[in-house]
């Protein structure tokens, strides 16, 4: 009897502790949380959220001249209903569907609702109806990369037709299979023998099999004229002329494993064997792999873009999957990512640029909006930290999700195990939250303490 006391008086204590948020989360002005079970936030234009945890939370925003959005998730991931102005999406375990609010639904508004893998049905932009019961009968629109699609007890045939108007046609899938459209004539009698042609604005390419994998060959004309053949599993050849480019040549020997490729402008590629070697320099691209101890891969940027011969991207990785590190920059905007080891050390900096800077100064010394730079710690189980410009602040311990930032983990249950928050703000506002709210301090915005223990506030 004594222990279920206590059982429930700290159930009531953690309940209660923190009932008044001494300072509110992100950019809220007010907040109400009663430990980390329910909790109520807002802005004051027009953004609120309310939480009741893990059960159900709802996130909304609305404002003059924006759009508005609500978030609805109950017992996330498992339903969830997502709403921008009047056009809503919903899913449940695996029912999903979208559709028009009910005040601004006509007879002619598209919806759409699926069970996957079994049901579809909904209305097209267009007003068209369609419905399906998979495997058996039906018609689905808008699907995958198909526009339509039809079948009869599938595999027995299936009929398709892209958003470009390339029309499939497939019997016993996958034995026979035809496609035609504006770039692509197909015919597939598998694994006897299929063939392919495909056409862009300035190349056309052919492919062949004969007695699928044994015998493959290929064939192209325009811009890249040449051909080339696999003898599965022996021997492969191709040479093929790019106009810009000159001769590319390779020879490959029990393939995939082994491969040498070489070109007029210095395309160089080296597979011995693959995957465990692999050599690769081809217009800006340069890798090393000797898997899965070490590998490194960049990518310049075009000549004369300016860049100087920087690496729009520079990869490397050692012990894969344990350890990697990836540092890109494109249009001034600078990025690196280091996992040591995964998934347990997890580090992202990613700085934007000064607006009216002068070529490479990208620590704002010029005029207009200085740079800007983001950071995001991760030492899985152990804690988090997120960074603004080295002023904003967020620190939780522990953290028990591996996404860097996902705003369901984050409204549904990210403060059930946030036993400490520590949380700045750049006018120098910061405040430290132990276990819920049981102990809160630090400074408010106009710098006064922020003190209080249970749910008493001791000074603000």
Not at 130 to 138: C, K, L, N, S
Not at 177 to 189: A, K, S, W, Y
Not at 355 to 366: I, L, M, Q, V
Request: aromatic share 16%; glycine share 10%.
């Amino acid at each position: 009897m004594n222990f279920r006391i206590i059982a429930i008086c700290a159930a009531v204590a953690m309940a209660a502790a923190g009932c008044r948020t001494p300072m509110p989360p992100g950019a809220a002005t007010s907040g109400l949380r009663l430990g980390p079970l329910f909790e109520t936030a807002t802005d004051g234009e027009g953004s609120r959220l309310v939480a009741v945890r893990p059960f159900y939370s709802l996130e909304s925003s609305s404002g003059e001249g924006l759009s508005s959005r609500r978030e609805d998730d109950i017992l996330w991931p498992l339903g969830i209903r997502s709403r921008r102005d009047d056009h809503y999406y919903w899913r449940a375990l695996l029912f999903y569907g979208t559709g028009v609010d009910d005040d601004a639904t006509s007879p002619e508004d598209p919806w759409r609702f699926r069970l996957f893998p079994l049901i579809y049905a909904g209305r097209t932009q267009e007003g068209e109806d369609y419905g399906a019961f998979f495997p058996f009968y039906g018609t689905i629109r808008d699907f995958l990369v198909f526009h339509e699609t039809k079948f009869v007890l599938f595999p027995i045939y299936a009929e398709g037709r892209s958003p470009t108007g390339t029309e499939m046609r497939t019997v016993l899938w996958p034995f026979y299979l035809t496609r035609h459209g504006e770039r692509i004539d197909q015919f597939r009698l598998w694994p006897f023998y299929g063939s392919e042609e495909r056409r862009n604005l300035h190349t056309t390419r052919r492919n062949r099999f004969i007695a699928w994998p044994f015998w493959n060959d290929t064939s192209s004309e325009g811009e890249i004229e040449g051909s080339g053949f696999v003898l599965f599993p022996i021997y492969g050849h191709s040479r093929h002329t790019r106009r810009k480019r000159g001769v590319e040549e390779s020879w490959s020997v029990i393939p995939p494993f082994f491969q040498y490729g070489r070109g007029d402008d210095g395309y160089r590629r080296i597979l011995a064997p693959w995957p465990f070697v692999r050599m690769l320099d081809n217009d800006g691209v340069r890798e090393r792999h000797f898997w899965p101890a070490y590998g490194h891969s960049q990518r310049f940027s075009p000549p004369g873009d300016g860049a100087g011969g920087i690496p729009e991207m520079d990869r490397e990785y050692l012990l894969w999957p344990f350890i990697s590190r990836t540092e890109t920059e494109r249009d001034g905007i600078r990025s690196r990512v280091l996992h040591l080891p995964m998934p347990f050390y997890f580090h992202r900096e990613t700085v934007w640029p000064a607006s009216g800077a002068a070529d490479g100064d990208t620590d704002g010394g010029g005029s207009g909006a200085p740079a800007r730079r983001i950071s995001y710690s991760r030492l899985w189980p152990m804690f988090s930290r997120r960074a603004i410009d080295g002023e904003a602040c967020f620190v939780r311990v522990p953290e028990l999700s591996l996404w860097s930032k996902s705003e369901q983990v984050e409204r549904n249950w990210a403060p059930l195990w946030s036993l400490y928050t520590y949380r700045s703000k750049p006018s120098g506002a910061y405040c430290n939250d132990l276990l819920w709210g049981l102990l809160s301090w630090g400074r408010n915005d106009d710098g006064g303490v922020i003190l209080s223990l249970l749910w008493i506030t001791l000074a603000k």
